[in-house]
């Protein structure tokens, strides 16, 4: 009977897989995205802006914001146990979303996000207040793949990305008190 009990042990287990680690994650500071909840705010903010290309055209800082929000939070949403009740779906999508998002903008698949975000949120802050040299030189960051003239120019022609278009409208949907997820 044991042997038995060891079997069928050792079948349930192997059925559910290997269990994968949580994905990279960044950590952002306090504000990070807006006077909100960092998690909150980021969806707010990509899910505006990757919900129409128009919305970030000749605006990288915009473009920026959003793509530092989507790396966020794809591993944020599935590392965090604030979003245990949040749909695994969605939580897929964002992961998607974020090599999706890196794809365009020639981000190395397998870079740290907090190198990402990190570079992303510097070249926002250091473009708003007029700093172009120092803008240029968050883009030149270990993970990007593109000279950062080029990178600045895919920023401000961001083209419409489906997969974080949905991923964020999701993630947004399902934080609102009453949706799918965790209440915020």
């Not at 500071?29 to 899910?47: E, M, T, V």
């Not at 708003?128 to 990178?151: I, K, N, V, W, Y």
Request: charged share 15%; hydrophobic share 50%.
């Amino acid at each position: 009977m044991p042997a038995r009990r060891s079997l069928i042990l050792a079948l349930l287990l192997a059925a559910c897989g290997a269990i994968q680690p949580p994905p990279d994650t960044a950590y952002v500071p306090p504000g990070a995205f807006g006077p909100l909840d960092n998690d909150l705010g980021a969806a707010n903010q990509s899910s505006w802006a990757f919900a129409d290309a128009a919305r970030t055209a000749n605006h990288p800082v915009s473009a920026a914001r959003a793509a530092a929000a989507v790396d966020y939070l794809a591993g944020e949403l599935s590392s965090n146990p604030r979003f245990v009740a949040m749909s695994p779906f969605t939580k897929q999508e964002m992961l998607q979303a974020r090599v999706d998002v890196r794809r365009v903008l020639g981000v190395a698949p397998a870079a740290p996000s907090q190198v990402i975000t990190n570079a992303l949120l510097q070249f926002a802050d250091a473009w708003q207040s007029g700093d172009r040299t120092g803008a240029l030189q968050a883009l030149a960051a270990p993970g990007f793949t593109l000279p950062p003239d080029q990178t600045l120019r895919v920023l401000a022609n961001m083209p419409f990305i489906q997969s974080a278009n949905v991923a964020t409208m999701d993630a947004a949907n399902q934080m609102l008190p009453g949706g799918d997820g965790e209440p915020l």
